[in-house]
């Protein structure tokens, strides 16, 4: 039988019924005999049996979950938590500290894709708009709640069995908060923004369809542009008493960039990522690309908070989940596994190309202002991924060998959360012999030279860099800058 794509409707039928039934594409022709049945469900591959007994499941039924969605989901949860745990001992796989990308700077935003790739599938069918809309917004404020709970400061990490947060120095931002933002715009734009034509082979029909949806990207991206390059940075202060001397438009350097002013403005410093990126900068750091003590030199914008997970860097991320909800556009209109396959090469090379060619031209890849060139090839590289990722478990069916991963892709909220963010970590330490001091996690701690240097294994990001090298004061030439309590431990996924 020739190769092609069929769509399978539902058909009743009675004893010694036969009905024949034209597939949407192609001019195969299916016989259906007596004792046979099709749910409603699409059909791969022809090389398929056609023929399915009463009681069996079809050997490929689409309204399974498809599998490569978790296990690629699996996979980024996986690859944060080895840059989280092996990043300080191999700076080249941890962040990297301004410009330039390193394999820790592709996590977040290949979350983010398949975050958009799950929206194209899940909102398909809307039997109600508003409710679908009330769903949404729940699932954003949950997120919310929880990212507060376990980012804003709540919860004082690892060796600290206190708790709670002083609301004027709450981190409003965080990671999971910002997968709610593009969660949420997304699945809106999903549920009111798309054409209700279905779209053709032609690949011009499919962006018609979602055109409002192309254009309210290229608006954010725009906006962002428009504010990251064209807004005045003025001078500026923290608590050590040296002016930061900005003064200038359009510049993206660690100290009078729009991202930080932004959120300096709107969020207020006090409720800002306290272990800014950049402290591993060479300004900031005497052994950069690591953490290290601050150089003699070090300018004050060195112990400045800066959120990674920023309101205007958080538009470019928006870009990035309407980018994966392409690529769930993608299997929703086209069945046929080499015309999927090919449409997200297309896609993810054009995306890869222009972010190499917009870095070359001078905008540099950046993660902590999620560049235009950082989102165009961390989403190019996600697109030719999970492509990958698509052949191998879903269409060549090597599922064992995943199995492990897409357990961890389904549950990737959770592992998040529990391992991660060292939820299990706080849980243990609560059980300690006669004194709390006395606890598991006690037994992890290294300390080297204490009156000089301490640091601990687990990457407590209550951990200042004050708290992580106590230099002397005298030997650095000005006074370091401590704050009570910072952030819980929780990875920042790339």
Sequence with gaps: MAMGTCVYVPVKLEEDDQRVIRPDHGNHLLTMKEGCTRTPAFLENDAKSFRVDQGRRPSFDMS???????VFRGLTVVLMIIVDDAGGVLPAINHSPWDGVTLADFVFPFFLFMVGVSIGLAYKKLPSKLSATRKAIFRALKLVAIGLFVQGGFLHGVNDLSYGVDINKIRWMGVLQRI???????ALCEIWLKGEEDPTTELVSLFSKYKIQWVLTFIITTIYLALLYGLYIPDWEFQVPSTVKCSIRGDTSPACNAVGM???KVLGINHMY?????IRTEQCST?????GPLPLDAPSWCQAPFDPEGLLSSMMAIVTTLIGLHF???????KDHNVRVARWSITASGLLIKGLILNFSGIALNKALYSLSYTCVTAGVGGILFAAVYLLVDVYEYRRPTIVLEWVGAHALKIYVIVACNIWLLILQGF??????NNINHFQKTDFSPSKFSVFQYHDTTVTPSHLFLTDAADRGHKIVDDEKGEPVCSHLG
């Design 432 to 437: 300690y012999s006669e004194e709390p001091g």
């Design 328 to 334: 769930g556009h993608i299997i929703v209109h086209y």
């Design 64 to 70: 399974r979950r498809l599998a490569s969605l978790d």
């Design 274 to 278: 306290r272990r800014p990126i950049y």
């Design 262 to 264: 932004i959120d300096r």
């Design 180 to 186: 709610a933002i593009t969660y949420l715009v997304t």
């Design 287 to 291: 052994k950069s690309p690591d953490y």
